[in-house]
């Protein structure tokens, strides 16, 4: 039996979290996973100096290959309690600006080839130990398609960190192989949104960084930025933030801060 992904809370604020999805794809010869890198703007000055070592604001294939192997030393797969060692097959990372901005999502192919012609019932263990701060985690399998395999629960640990998934080689796979389709077809039609959405950041990023544009240009790009931020701190939820900084403008001290704060 095939099971989605569990509903989770929404994030409040994902700007900082890093967000690391797992998508693990299973056939009877091979285990294929793929991680996706999220993370937020006000967590990539933290993780832009491990992927830019050289900081050029350039990130090579050697930096991100380099930067991918570090995290690969954090997550563990193993089939029925035997470890087996992912390949890297192929790194999607985006510009520098891209992720600069904090849409960038920095995509893993790895593969690990199962040493013998498995039949039966077997166990998949996948572990995610990357933790730099902010880390939040989601993991699901699947099946490779055209094959006859069916999985079992998902046993996912309370933050998605770990995962362990029974599954039957030459079991009935037909509802399971017709539901993984659909789900990557769902993958598929997210990751197209995504990219469309980092050109327009890229291209929007690119004006900025543009020599040639005027001052008046600059102000009137300051000025529209500070009204849509002062707009959005109107919005439900951030109460407390517009207290604070009133707070600080004022020089309020802490009585005036728990009075206030008590009231929002």
């Known amino acids: 039996m095939f099971l989605l992904m569990p509903v989770r809370a929404a994030l409040a604020h994902p700007l900082d979290v890093y967000l690391q999805a797992t998508y693990i794809t299973v056939a009877p010869a091979q285990v294929v996973v793929e991680l996706d890198l999220s993370p937020g703007v006000l967590v990539v000055p933290k993780i832009l100096p491990q992927l830019d070592t050289n900081a050029d604001k350039l990130i090579s294939e050697a930096e991100s290959l380099a ?80 094959v006859s395999i069916t999985l079992g629960k998902q046993n996912r640990d309370n933050i998605q960190q770990s995962m362990s998934v029974d599954y039957v080689i030459g079991g009935t796979a037909s509802t399971t192989t017709m539901l993984a389709e659909a789900e990557n077809t769902s993958l598929s039609n997210k990751i197209g949104s995504s990219a469309s959405s980092s050109n327009q950041v890229q291209m929007l990023m690119s004006y900025l960084y543009q020599p040639t544009l005027s001052p008046w240009a600059l102000l009137l790009t300051l000025t529209l930025a500070g009204t849509l931020g002062g707009l959005h701190a109107l919005t439900p939820g951030h109460g407390k933030t517009l207290v604070a900084a009133y707070l600080v403008g004022s020089r309020g001290t802490v009585r005036h801060a728990f009075y206030y704060f008590n009231r929002v």
């Open 67 to 146: 930067y991918v192997n570090s995290v690969l030393q954090n997550v563990t797969l193993q089939v029925d309690g035997k470890p087996l060692a992912l390949s890297v097959t192929q790194i999607d990372t985006p510009d520098y600006l891209t992720i600069q901005a904090g849409y960038g999502m920095i995509r893993v192919f790895t593969l690990a080839q199962l040493l013998d012609d498995l039949t039966g019932t077997q166990k998949i263990d996948y572990g995610n130990n990357y933790a730099p701060v902010g880390s939040a985690y989601q993991v699901n399998a699947f099946v490779d398609k055209g």
